[in-house]
């Protein structure tokens, strides 16, 4: 089931599955929905599975426990990764807050398995920083988890070059993924590499040098929100900006040109990188699965990808 280095993928994101970011009680609707996504998915060549303990406030990872329960053998057909250290509304003003200790991932581990009705994850990622991480303990964490069995690989997410290397100094085996923000209106990923030795603002991604550290580490980048919430997939509106609208325009014009539609040109765009890239989806509508399945297919030209890229961004390059 391993992919080639340099072949693009698209991995089916779970959050969605479940009934949403509610505290609702499972449903059969909720059941059909997920059998019918996941079924969707694998008629499609997506075999990648994505979770994290808090989709859905868990519900995520218990409606596709009960697929998997209910169908002998899938387990074998599939890779699942899940992700953990987000801790929902846990801090003041209603704040998030992460935590990266060894007894918070092990027992958010066992929850993951417990709720997804397997014995291992094929990927277990950090889901964001912890500024208190202590990479010696999450190195002890790993090992522990992949000496029992529970994980195979391990990863991170949202994270920068500097700390993935603090973390690698600790942890023998290769971090095998980068799940990253990326798609045409979100390009840091881009940017940090290109505008090099100049000064545009201060903000600081923390995207720098992360494009060729995947590369020559073999790291996987998981681009997730590739689609931009739909921002280039909607009609024209009065409100939008200006590079908004142009790029609207050009991504239509360009579906047609590749015949495809405008979903699967915008994840082509994403998976033109040259490196191990996936974009996860989240969708749970049949057709709009297929759509993104086909992006693996449609290959556009390095003209129309830096087009694509400079209008919607509105950049003109040194």
């Known amino acids: 089931m391993q992919e080639k280095s340099s072949t693009p993928k698209i991995i089916y994101g779970c959050m969605g599955l479940g009934g949403g970011w509610t505290r609702d009680p499972i449903g059969p609707e909720e059941e059909r929905q997920a059998n019918l996504a996941i079924d969707t998915a694998l008629a499609h060549g997506i075999n990648t599975f ?57 027992k958010q581990v066992e ?9 291992y994850l094929d990927v277990f990622l ?35 070059v500097m700390q993935i290397q603090s973390l690698q100094k600790f942890w023998e085996d290769p ?13 840091l990923l881009l940017e940090d590499g290109v505008f090099v030795n100049m000064k545009r603002d201060t903000t600081w991604s ?11 580490n073999g790291m996987e980048l998981q681009a997730w929100r590739p689609l931009d919430k739909g921002l280039f997939m909607k009609d024209a509106a009065p409100g939008d900006a200006p590079e908004v ?5 050009l991504v239509q014009a360009m579906a047609e040109k590749y015949e495809t539609e405008v979903t699967s040109l ?20 049949p057709h ?19 087009k694509l890229w400079l209008t919607a961004n509105n950049l003109t390059l040194p």
């Open 266 to 285: 915008l994840l082509a765009w994403v998976l033109k990188l040259p490196c191990r890239i996936s974009a996860v989806i989240g969708s749970t509508q």
């Open 175 to 187: 971090l095998v993924a980068n799940q990253i923000q990326f798609g045409l209106a979100h390009t």
């Open 50 to 106: 994505d979770h994290a303990d808090i989709y859905g406030f868990g519900k995520s990872e218990i409606v596709f426990g009960k697929v998997l329960k209910s169908r002998l053998g899938l387990r074998d057909t599939i890779r699942i990764q899940s992700k953990a250290g987000i801790c929902l509304k846990t801090g003041p003003n209603n704040s998030n807050t992460f935590n990266f200790s060894r007894e918070h991932l092990e």
């Open 245 to 249: 609208l142009a790029t609207k325009a």
């Open 288 to 306: 709009r699965i297929i759509s993104a399945a086909s992006a693996m297919k449609v290959n556009i030209s390095r003209e129309d990808w830096y």
């Open 126 to 160: 950090l889901h964001r920083p912890d500024p208190l991480m202590d990479p010696e303990e999450v190195a002890e964490t790993f090992f522990y988890l992949k000496n029992r069995g529970l994980v195979r690989s391990f990863g991170v997410s949202n994270m920068s």
């Open 111 to 119: 929850t993951s398995l417990k709720s997804l009705q397997t014995d």
């Open 206 to 216: 923390g995207m720098g040098g992360m494009l060729p550290y995947a590369q020559s």
